[in-house]
């Protein structure tokens, strides 16, 4: 609540602020505010298009639970497919109260047409029987989910890697990446622990921002400055896109491959 005020604060006396956690669109409304992480609405419409343009998937299901956060980003990755040609098969609620539903519902397609599910749910409960009626039903499309789904208790990897599910990861930081610059061992050479990922997160936006302030100063809008420039890879994160927007516009998508997590979608620092 309080981070309105400084917003209008800092945009009336010209300060930049980099708002490195939060993924509220809202938040970024004026000049002198960016956020390091994707909006909601940024992650639904860049998923709803890598499933069109990279999993060759026209054709979805999309499902989303109560939360207003979750349902937005369904209502966005429709938005995504819709906008690159797609074409949205089942927008539905799903939750404790018709899940035992879930079969007839995904009956009412021929699963031959079906490209993807979107699962815009964090209940693990959702997540098992989506697969089980998946598996049930033979259908081999790739399931699209939340980053929640990382975060259950008993989560099955294996399955995850059958099933093809892709997880939108915001804050996904690639540990091989990670190990191999040499801020990872500066930073346990002096704190004797290894960073986590937001220790590298911040590492990359003090080089990012660090070096508009050098270009440009203290008093220009950064933000102005990032939509203009092309998409740029980060040290260690996966890269700052800030075209046309105040938030992140590149939304890394993760997948098990032989039980490791592996980012698999790429950013095109050139176009």
Request: aromatic share 10%; charged share 25%; net charge positive.
């Amino acid at each position: 609540k309080q981070f309105a005020k400084v917003a209008e604060y800092a945009a009336k006396n010209k300060i930049n602020i980099v708002n490195p956690i939060s993924n509220r669109a809202t938040l970024a409304k004026n000049d002198f505010v960016m956020m390091y992480e994707p909006s909601y609405e940024t992650q639904g419409q860049r998923s709803g298009e890598f499933a069109v343009k990279e999993l060759s998937s026209k054709k979805a299901l999309v499902f989303y639970d109560r939360s207003r956060r979750n349902k937005t980003i369904a209502e966005n990755h429709k938005k995504g497919i819709e906008a690159n040609g797609g074409q949205v098969l089942t927008y539905q609620q799903l939750g404790t109260s018709n899940i035992s539903q879930l079969k007839d519902i995904i009956q009412k397609n021929d699963p031959s047409q079906i490209g993807h599910i979107f699962v815009g749910s964090s209940s693990q409960l959702v997540a098992t029987k989506m697969m089980s009626v998946m598996s049930e039903l033979g259908i081999k499309a790739p399931v699209i989910a939340l980053d929640s789904w990382l975060k259950f208790q008993k989560m099955d990897t294996l399955k995850y890697e059958r099933q093809q599910v892709h997880i939108i990861d915001p804050e996904f930081v690639s540990k091989t990446e990670m190990k191999n610059n040499n801020f990872y061992q500066s930073y346990k050479d002096v704190s004797k622990v290894a960073p986590n990922e937001y220790a590298c997160v911040g590492y990359d936006l003090i080089h990012y921002y660090g070096a508009l302030l050098k270009q440009h100063g203290v008093r220009t809008s950064f933000k102005k400055i990032a939509q203009n420039k092309p998409a740029q890879k980060g040290r260690i994160v996966n890269g700052f896109d800030f075209r046309g927007a105040g938030d992140n516009q590149f939304v890394p998508i993760v997948k098990f491959k032989k039980g490791v997590l592996r980012q698999v979608n790429s950013l095109k620092a050139n176009e």
